[in-house]
């Protein structure tokens, strides 16, 4: 038998992706990676509710809502739509992050007022690396965080404390 998800004739893509999958992890492997460190573990890939609980059982101090194996698992639930529900679930017990989507300013806003902590940026950092290296980086970092500020006074916040989810849900 072959890897997960591996389907014959199937691209070579396709192949590699399910070989990196290990069916074997389970949160006894939470557990053990806990009981080794102290330092705070973060869960990623969280996308339920009932998902987010357990990695706080298991000793989670954070939970990151991703989707990334979305782009294997067709229709998968969009970050934003899963990010209130693990929030009202995980009630303050840990931090929730998001991660996916984060393409500008307003994008963070939308995070936050969904009750993230902090949100995960990847294709920015990527687009400004490709075009001027550290500099590219930190400008598209700057730009992110001018778009944010700009965001925050026209929906009348302060600062970030003021964001609340009405914000965005009725």
Known sequence: ???IGAVEGASGLSA??????DQTL?????????????????????VRGDDAARAV?????????SNHGGRQLDTTVATADALPDVVDVV?????VYVDGGVRRGTDV?????????????????LWGLAVDGEAGVARALGILRDELALALALAGCAGVSDVTRDLVMA
């Not at 590699?16 to 999958?21: D, T, V």
């Open 109 to 125: 806003l939308k995070a936050l007022a969904l009750g993230a902590r902090a949100v995960l940026v990847g294709r920015p950092v």
């Open 16 to 21: 590699y992706i399910a070989s990196m999958l």
């Open 26 to 46: 389970t949160w006894r492997d939470v557990d053990w990676l806990r009981s080794i460190t102290r330092l705070p573990l973060v869960v990623k890939g969280i």
């Open 1 to 3: 038998m072959g890897a």
């Open 57 to 65: 059982e298991h000793g989670a101090a954070g939970v990151v809502v």
């Open 91 to 95: 009630n303050g017990r840990a931090e």
